[in-house]
């Protein structure tokens, strides 16, 4: 038999995503956001906990550039808070206090001295800078979904691959397991784990626990996915091959197994980060995942689930953006993924 | 069929009891219970809580308590709502009533609007009306849900003529039969159209994938070779087959618009399961989070089993239990 190595085949997977620009222009849009990210203490004007709180709500901040008609270098207008007739802050721009924009000034990239505040998309409650607090946030968001899937990777290959190989009492037990998972509704199952998570957990702590609960929720499926394929795997000559050499099972599992199965897991990998990041906006949202002062993108939304804030300040609404985006981004890059790897599929469709 | 059936009754009591012990022990795990925040109160004697205690005994171990509660189950005593203060059943009736109403009205929008999408979306493969709908469609489940709600409601309140939340309007109880159903509608509309949004446009890509797998296959062409009119060769030998995988995914559907509907109860304040649920979670109310658990699983398994069923009529191949494959 010619020898066939999967190296060359996922080259050619490779070669026919590069070629997919929708999904690499999606792929760059994720290396940009986690980039982001992580020198989100370099690019934030301020920390995530930096608070005003004589400029709760206040609205985004204009860069101007024109004093007097006259090109200058970037600069701030101050604001002052008043209330109008019933009550309601309304911050004034105050023409006569400026603010120069500094560049690369005390190791962020831009911002302005004290006591003026730049607030690019606008401010929360307590006065904290959204945008600063959307790259602070993307580093839980984004690392949450990657981590929960990493684990839930492992848990479902292992679980899936022991069950598909030995079959017979393993094999069922293990799939009324998955069954067991897949039948609770997720975000009921999320609400009781997270019940059982004590309410004196430090950030730390209450992070972890969150990715573990994701990637308990998100195991199952994949688990099931693989237990299908080692099915037919196992019937293979090398699997025998293997087996009369003596080989261990756990090694024959591992080593012969479980490879073969990379690529298509890999799409569906992408495909389970988006839904953990969703997932992780959701616990959040409600109040139950990441706590303040720690950003998330989900718990950055949690101000706008009431509809009289987003009514008078509609820029809490931004951080739903990025999720949005991001989401969006793993979804088409999990698609083209799995395009590539697997031709066939697409040609079902031409 | 009907071995089946009871077979798969077995196995999803089986489950059942798995999932509601799993849920007690989770419940337990955690340190606290409901009466740490009565035996702050000073209004109630440090006796009536031990009292309480040993009423609902929740000092002996864990495996016992889990029995006295699966006894009460079975007896039709659902617990107490220590939040609520009233029987659980008195909460949960009309919770679930809710809940019925909003995924009910969801899963007929996504059936309806999905499902031709799909197939329009099919018969125009890569025309610039599929191409659109598969934007769309990424768009939609890339959306999460509870934004699309806020987003939607913030519109509503720009526009005005849609109530923000809630299920009644204020003088719900002074309304004549027909404005209630009028109002309550009224209610419905934003929570279920953002609920049912991103399953249509999954139900949208799974249809248009089938009907193109279907349209590929060869009694299409002999179809087609016999000079059948297209409206039948697509409606009456494509479709068909087409439609039999979507009715597995009842089932599934309905586990996703439980779990979809919880989030937008919640921000769309409609008093279903899912916002009990997070109540009860909030406060320990361990009975409350216990029945609704189990209520949504058993709902869950209706779910599956009708689909099942449905599957047998429509699809006259599958026979359970006589030949069947591994």
Request: aromatic share 12%; hydrophobic share 50%; proline share 4%.
């Amino acid at each position: 038999m010619e020898k066939i190595n999967s190296n060359s085949r996922s080259q050619m997977a490779i070669a026919s995503f590069r070629r997919n620009h929708v999904g690499m222009i999606c792929l760059w849009i994720l290396v940009i956001l986690y980039g982001m990210a992580i020198f989100a203490d370099f690019i934030c004007p301020y920390s995530y906990k930096d608070e005003d709180r004589n400029f709760s709500y206040c609205p985004p901040t204009a860069i101007e550039l024109f004093d007097h008609g006259q090109l200058v270098s970037p600069f701030v207008y101050g604001r002052t808070l008043t209330f109008d007739n019933v009550h309601r802050r309304v911050y004034v721009i105050d023409q006569t206090q400026k603010y120069p924009l500094n560049i690369f000034k005390n190791g962020r990239l831009f911002g302005v001295n004290a006591p003026g505040r730049f607030y690019l998309w606008g401010a929360d409650a307590r006065g904290r800078d959204i945008f600063s607090r959307i790259w602070y946030g993307a580093r839980i968001s984004l690392s949450i979904g990657l981590l929960g899937v990493g684990i839930s990777f492992i848990l479902g290959l292992l679980i899936g691959g022991i069950a598909g190989y030995y079959g017979g009492w393993v094999d069922s037990v293990l799939m009324r397991l998955c069954e067991m998972f897949m039948m609770i509704p997720g975000f009921y199952l999320m609400l009781a784990l997270r019940a059982a998570v004590p309410e004196n957990f430090n950030s730390v702590q209450v992070y972890l626990s969150v990715v573990v609960i994701l990637a308990l929720i998100g195991w199952a499926s994949l688990a099931r996915i693989i237990r299908g394929m080692t099915l037919s795997l196992r019937e293979r000559d090398y699997v025998l091959a293997a087996k009369t050499l003596g080989v261990s099972d756990f090694v024959i599992i591992i080593k012969h197994i479980l490879p073969q199965t990379i690529s298509f897991s890999l799409a569906t990998l992408m495909l389970t980060v988006s839904s953990y990041i969703l997932a992780e906006a959701g616990l959040s949202v409600v109040g139950l995942g990441i706590q303040d002062p720690i950003p998330s993108w989900g718990n950055l939304l949690s101000d706008a689930m009431g509809i009289v804030p987003v009514i008078f300040a509609p820029w809490i609404l931004i951080p739903g953006l990025f999720i949005f985006i991001a989401v969006m981004c793993f979804n088409i890059v999990g698609d083209s993924l799995r395009d590539a790897f697997d031709p066939m599929f697409k040609e079902g469709e031409n | 069929m009907m071995k089946h059936v009871i077979q798969r009754f077995c196995s999803t009591i089986l489950l059942l009891l798995i999932v509601s012990f799993f849920t007690f022990w989770l419940m337990h795990a955690t340190p606290g219970n409901f009466f740490d925040s009565m035996r702050l109160n000073p209004q109630i004697s440090q006796e009536t809580v031990a009292r309480y205690e040993k009423l609902y005994h929740l000092n002996d171990p864990l495996l016992v308590q889990y029995g006295h509660w699966l006894i009460n189950i079975l007896h039709g005593e659902w617990g107490y709502s220590f939040y609520y203060n009233v029987p659980v059943t008195h909460v949960l009736g009309s919770r679930l009533f809710n809940t019925f109403i909003l995924s009910f009205t969801s899963l007929i929008l996504t059936w309806g609007i999905g499902i031709p999408l799909g197939i329009w979306a099919s018969l125009r493969r890569n025309q610039w009306i599929d191409r659109l709908l598969s934007v769309f469609s990424f768009a939609a489940f890339s959306t999460p849900s509870f934004f699309l709600a806020v987003l939607v409601l913030y519109a509503a309140s720009r526009w005005g003529a849609l109530p923000l939340g809630g299920m009644h309007s204020p003088n719900y109880d002074d309304l004549s039969f027909i404005d209630k159903i009028k109002d309550t509608i009224l209610h419905l509309i934003i929570p279920a159209s953002v609920l049912s949004l991103a399953s249509i446009a999954s139900l949208q890509r799974i249809m248009r994938g089938n009907m193109l797998g279907v349209l590929r296959q060869q009694y299409i062409l002999a179809a087609r070779a016999k000079g059948l009119s297209e409206t039948v060769v697509i409606y009456r030998h494509a479709l068909r087959n087409a439609f039999n995988p979507l009715v597995t995914l009842l089932g599934y559907e309905f586990a996703a618009l439980l779990s979809g509907a919880a989030l937008i109860e919640i921000v769309c304040s409609w008093p279903g399961l899912g916002s009990l649920l997070l109540t009860a979670v909030r406060a320990k109310d361990v009975y409350l989070v216990m029945s609704s658990t189990l209520l949504a699983g058993v709902l869950l398994v209706i779910g599956n089993v009708l689909s099942d069923i449905l599957l047998t009529l429509v699809d006259p191949r599958i026979r359970y239990g006589k030949n069947q494959l591994k």
